[in-house]
């Protein structure tokens, strides 16, 4: 009889320790789960599109001369500033970038040849004639149409270009002092343009870019007063800036 007092007790004293436990526990305040952060993802900038924009910049230009055959002009300097409107349209496929580019601007580019220099004999040859003036080489306008490749780096954009280039170019003569000049002549010369940039989206629509142009356009004959020829090669190097808005 001892005995199953004895069970009945310590049954009734895991009981208690049991039900103590139990409350405490739900006396506990209920654990909490939180998400981690959502982390924004900057998307990459999408450069496919339709663009249109504004350039400016300067023309170093190059006239080399032949007169009958001889040397004249090894590179009569044809400098001036340049501004104008370009076109385009970009497809991206990944970091790459294609693109067909149209452009065309407004030069102030003009260069003189070398002043012919003739020695005076002495008495009593008669004097020379007066020397002539040199002739004057001028680029009025340019265009381009290109074809563009690229590597896409974020905002940045590193492209190169190549394709046709168009020039409207002015060949005036020079005659001696007191002479009247015969008219100028102007040609449309053709030739070939490579060249590379770096653009910069500063936003979703407006872009920024700088760019190195080299333009060659072949050799080109201008009739001479003499009935000779002159052939003219013309090369221009072109640094401009530009601004666009993309749609």
Do not use: C
């Amino acid at each position: 009889m001892r005995s199953s007092n004895l069970t009945i007790s310590a049954a009734l004293a895991v009981s208690a320790i049991l039900g103590i436990g139990a409350a405490s526990a739900a006396d506990l305040p209920a654990q909490t789960y939180t998400k981690a952060p959502v982390v924004a993802v900057n998307p990459a900038y999408d450069w496919s599109g339709f663009y249109v924009g504004g350039d400016i910049g300067y023309l170093w230009g190059r006239s080399r001369v032949v007169d009958n055959g001889v040397l004249t002009e090894s590179g009569a300097p044809t400098n001036g500033f340049a501004g104008g409107l370009l076109v385009g349209y970009n497809w991206q496929r990944g970091p790459l970038v294609l693109g067909i580019e149209g452009d065309g601007g407004w030069l102030n580019a003009v260069g003189h040849g070398a002043v012919i220099i003739v020695t005076v004999p002495p008495p009593p040859a008669p004097p020379p004639p007066p020397a002539p003036l040199p002739n004057t080489y001028k680029i009025n306008w340019d265009s381009h149409l290109v074809g563009k490749a690229g590597f896409a780096s974020g905002h940045w954009l590193f492209f190169a270009t190549g394709g046709v280039a168009f020039a409207g170019f002015n060949f005036q003569e020079g005659v001696a002092p007191g002479t009247t000049p015969p008219g100028s002549i102007n040609a449309t010369l053709i030739g070939f343009s490579v060249g590379v940039g770096i653009e910069y989206a500063f936003t979703r629509n407006l872009l920024g870019r700088l760019q190195y142009i080299y333009d060659d356009f072949g050799g080109y004959d201008f009739g001479a007063l003499n009935g000779g020829t002159y052939h003219v090669n013309l090369t221009n190097q072109t640094f401009r800036g530009a601004l666009s808005w993309k749609w």
